[in-house]
């Protein structure tokens, strides 16, 4: 798809658009970010945990049963949230019986709030607890010791920046790195971390919050399409979630530079049960979004369950949203302002692979649909509004393209035809296809139909002129 993209465009007869970009919308504030939440499964707090200039240590917690025998602690996921007030943190821990007592559960809850200094410095610290171990004690010589639940090794402490006055990484990744799989990390809407080639979120955790900045814009590094990396990458993992976050990188006019569209604002390879909701991602070099199979490790599985509710792309360098291998996905309330090339992008470098069972409903396009090489299932975008132009190329597949409801605004004057199909199956049903203001006639076609192509029209009325039909392909109208 890397190599892949930017080559079609031109091939299908969309040349790129002009350098000219309008002021930037949607300005992520870096000014005044001072604060830091974080969520993470961690042990109760104890009395005697020690707080120090804003770094809270927490020592470990242990379980004996009144029989004396040591038990396994199981802690579940805890979050720890960190503002300028207070340090507030709740533990349940629930303890399985492993003796031959009548099985029972005890869960207990304690909550410790500590009000921190006032800062003194732009570094947030962050401790990580040492990792829950048994107690062990001794019991009758006729009964055998209760199992012992084994060490685990605690991962170091860490400190990263949370007001973008320096680099977050690689000291942020080690953190994420060593969460329990489940676990949250929660960032105040002030917080800001500087990310010279992003993260990576390989296991299944929660982001919510915060502003992540990479602000790399080195042409000469790396490869062709790989010399940046993607502001947040979810790679070969499930259940991941990311909310109310904004990533932001350098590229303020949305130009397309083909060293550098390996920076997405998110990108997701390989996974399952993603879900990202009121997502911001501007001045990226990259795609705002892209969902893509990870055929560099081989895995070559779609993106499959993706959850899309509210997300936001400015400035893209070049598509808005990239929809290579996508399965049983839907995206919401999606907003593509200003992309170097097109707003929604379907194409595929997996032969047989590409993309099925994708929904995408109530989105703004200010430039167009560009679905071309393999789809093994259905593609419906609903109530969409904005876009100028919708390509198919689909000559080795029949999975229906279905636009139902929205407008789409075909330009005046155009050597491209508005709809240019070429195989394939496309329907607009309930689209009201108007033409985009201007002086001067009409000139650019309505639609051109090639490859064996079936383009439908059901209550979908479009402004003259028509196009043109190669057969055997085809059009139909349904008043």
Known sequence: M????GVHRKAM?????GRARRAAIGVVALAAVTSIGIGAATPQLPASAAQVGGTTTVASPTTTTAAGRSQPVTTSTTTVTTDPGSITSTTVTTVTPTTSTPSSTSTSTSTSTTVPPKPTTTTTTTTVPVSPTS???STSTLAPPAPVVPAVAAPRAVTFDSTCSRPATPD????????PAGSTFRS???????VPYGIRLTRPITVIGGTFFDPTADRSAGTLYNSLKPIILIKDTSHVTVRE???LGTNTLGDFHARLVGQAGIKVMSSTDVTLTGITAKDTFGDGLE???DFTGHINL???GLTVEGYTTINAGRQGITLAEVASSVLNHVNVINPADDGFDFESDIPGVGSNNVTISNCTDEHGFNLIEFFSGPITVTNCTGFHHVTLGSLHSNAPITFVGGTMLCRRRNPVPCIKQDGGSLTFRGVSIDRMLGPGPISELAWSVQGGGSLAFIHSPVQTPFGSVLRPAQVKFTP
């Open 291 to 293: 969902l893509v199979a």
């Open 135 to 137: 107690t062990s004690t």
């Open 302 to 304: 779609p993106v499959t």
């Open 172 to 179: 942020l990744q080690t953190y994420l790195d060593s969460l």
């Open 245 to 247: 976050v904004s990533v």
């Open 2 to 5: 890397d190599q892949g993209q």
């Open 13 to 17: 007869g969309h040349a790129r658009p």
């Open 188 to 194: 105040s809407t002030t917080a800001c971390y500087l």
